[in-house]
């Protein structure tokens, strides 16, 4: 296991965890953290590019001293095959949210600009509504959402977080041939 410090944000820390692409993994590991009375806030999960094994992006709110004893019972899990600490300062987090918005032709062009601003995608328009979707930090999420609120949100459904660590960048060695 690697571990960054300072990773943990607002009460939060996010764990990479590289599992065997088995039946009852995802199962075995969230029951380690409700087991320990940890509430997970996000999970995404998918295989790699190894059909092997899957990743499993956990955000959880903790304290320090705790976390530290659940990643070692979850380093010791069976087909748990490495786990990774993210610092927030040094990893690439991003997030997807779809959302229905009630728009009628009054206020349809307005949320037309949220749109634009934001960057986001319209994906489907009825007469009343409109469904966008946005890919971005948690936070630039979170600010759509809240700004789309007071026009009415119908549905919503949020991925929840997806992280890597940051590229090293290196400088090239002039000495190098």
């Known amino acids: 296991m690697s571990s960054a410090p300072g990773s943990e944000v607002g009460g939060t820390t996010t764990l990479v965890v590289r599992v065997e692409n088995k039946a009852g993994v995802l199962a075995r ?5 409700a087991r320990r009375g940890f509430n997970i806030e996000s ?6 590019d190894d059909e092997r094994f899957s990743r499993l992006t956990i955000v959880v709110g ?9 990643v ?10 490495d786990i990774q600490e993210l610092n927030p300062a040094a990893s690439v987090e991003r997030e997807l ?6 728009a009628d032709s009054e206020i349809r062009g307005q949320i037309l600009d949220l749109v634009r601003i934001f960057q986001a995608t319209v994906l489907n328009v009825g007469y009343d509504e409109i469904m966008v979707s946005l890919t971005g930090s948690p936070s630039r999420v979170d600010d759509f959402e809240d700004l789309l609120r007071p026009y009415g949100i119908v549905e919503v459904q949020r991925t929840g977080k997806v992280a890597l660590p940051k ?7 002039p000495l190098a041939p």
């Open 29 to 33: 590991v969230a029951g380690l953290f």
């Open 43 to 48: 999970l995404a999960v998918a295989p790699t």
């Open 62 to 70: 903790v304290d320090a001293a705790p976390m530290e004893q659940v």
């Open 72 to 81: 070692k019972q979850l380093d010791k899990l069976v087909n748990v095959v």
């Open 97 to 102: 949210m779809m959302v229905t918005v009630r």
């Open 167 to 173: 590229l090293v960048k290196s400088t090239p060695d």
